[in-house]
């Protein structure tokens, strides 16, 4: 294991150092990698534009899911970066695309924002306030008590009990905001329900669909993420390598005491775009 502390934190496995620098996709977490709460850190764009001029390519993956992929789009666009549809996966429509694939369109009550909702009904699903026969809980910051109600309700009859993503919570300027793996953990214990899938990072699945659709190999792949069990243990199951910054929500000392062991420990993604450079 190497360290070097010159301004900079930076722990990386052995030989970790090259086979990142020859990947040919980077696969990033947006909240508390890229940005945090909107607002971009100093070393972003110096990244985007590094892979840019290695000619490299990126995907924003994100266990966000109350938002649509278009509400990205200008989002970036604002901050003076532009991105296609296909640069920005987000937990939420992955899990409507995947259902569509493996159970055709089904009838669909969502815990969830009304953009959430809008791509369900894109991907082929039927989003209704009764008798539903999928639950699918997500990000909602629009949550209610009578949405949790009903969501219990049809569960405990039999529906089945979906979850975007895990997360406990999710990381704000204000701090940490309750997220789907919260809401869902009460619904359970309500339900008596456990859930019958759960999507978004940790799981392969999507860093797997986002390998596949860049044709590029998992060895030639870098998970980037700020969160040690969402992000970088997704990488690690999907077979990729991996770098946790520490500008979210893990800390130094959680990422030298967990069990799940990043290739690379960074302060933030100006230090990646550092290493891909040779800077460091």
Known sequence: MENTHNNVYLEIKEGAKEKIMNCKLFILDIDGTFYLSGKLFDGSKRFLKVLKELGKKIVFLTNNSNRTIDSYIEEFSNLGISLSREQIVTAGVATAEYLYEEFGPKHVYIVGTEDIKYEFSRAGHVVVEDEPEVVVVTFDKSLTYEKLKKATQFISK????????????????????????????????????????????????????????????????????????????????????????????ATLEQAQKSPIKPHIVAKDIGTIADILTGKI
């Open 158 to 249: 039999g529906a089945l009990f979906v979850v975007t993503n895990p997360d406990l919570n999710c990381p704000s300027d204000e701090g940490p905001l309750p997220d789907a793996g919260a809401i869902a953990s009460l619904l359970r214990k309500a339900s008596g329900m456990y859930p019958n899938i759960v999507f978004g990072k940790p799981e392969p699945k999507l860093i797997e669909m986002v390998v596949k659709h860049n044709n590029v190999s998992k060895e030639e792949t870098c998970m980037v993420g700020d969160r040690l069990y969402t992000d970088i243990l997704a990488g690690i199951q999907a077979g990729t390598w991996t770098a946790l910054v520490l500008t979210g929500e």
